[in-house]
């Protein structure tokens, strides 16, 4: 299937991270996310598709709350909201702009895909 629903640069304010000023102090991320949905019989309606406003707030609400230590997690936690809301698969990637690297990067992300089974 190639018809995708996609978002970029989703940035939300989390707390995730190894260590402790990290979950104290929180920090930007940045998501991307494909989403593989059927959409050639939509008959211009909405109720045939996923709406990406909603997913927009959906993915922020789910980056925003409950800490872990890995963005991995907080990828994998992206991928089931997706999944549930009825795409029949997803590409997802979380950017850690601010990860407590020592040596100079432009880019830290994890990226998981993930299909309905």
Known sequence: MTDEIRLRGLRAY?????????????????VDVDVRVPLGNLA???DGTIHYGMLA??????????PVDLIETVAERIAALVL?????????EVHKPSAPITVPFDDVSVVIERFRS
């Open 14 to 30: 989390g707390h995730h991270g190894v260590f402790e000023h990290e979950r104290q102090k929180g920090q930007e991320f940045v």
């Open 44 to 46: 211009d309606d909405i």
């Open 57 to 66: 707030q959906a993915i922020v609400d789910a980056v925003e709350r409950d």
């Open 84 to 92: 549930v809301a009825g795409a029949d698969s997803v590409r997802v």
